[in-house]
């Protein structure tokens, strides 16, 4: 099993910048594709974006193309979210996790799968 950690996350205003970061430890982190998700008040965990094991496939929700961008870096075990024009509705708590990549542009992990803890983002009006 791997753990996830992400940080980064916290107050902007609208218009700013974010970066979250996701440190992976316990298992070859560059054997598994890697994804950030996001759960706003009330309502369920949407994918957000994915990439996978070599960072030369990327996937993204229609909502943050242009603004927000994944990476990796393997000799870090480190994968990246740099979230750029931040709106008031990307407000949510983002979570990492790691499986297969068919499995994170599901949503719905596999037994490999693992979640990180979550970073909240606040972007203010």
């Known amino acids: 099993q791997v753990q996830l950690v992400e940080s980064g996350g916290g107050l902007v205003q609208a218009g700013g910048s974010l970066r979250l970061s996701c440190a992976g430890s316990?298992?070859?982190?560059?054997?598994?594709?890697m994804g950030w998700f996001r759960q706003a008040p009330g309502k369920e965990r949407e994918f957000v974006a994915a990439i996978n094991w070599n960072g030369e496939v990327t996937y993204y929700t229609d909502s943050v193309k242009g603004r927000f961008t994944i990476s990796r870096d393997n000799a870090k075990n480190t994968m990246y979210l740099q979230m750029n024009s931040l709106k008031p509705e990307d407000t949510a708590v983002y979570y990492c996790?790691?499986?297969?990549?068919?499995?994170?542009?599901?949503?719905?992990?596999?037994?490999?799968?693992?979640w990180g803890q979550g970073t909240q983002v606040t972007v203010s009006s």
């Open positions: 996790a790691q499986d297969q990549l068919w499995a994170i542009r599901l949503g719905k992990l596999s037994t490999t799968g693992s």
């Open positions: 316990g298992r070859s982190f560059s054997s598994y594709a």
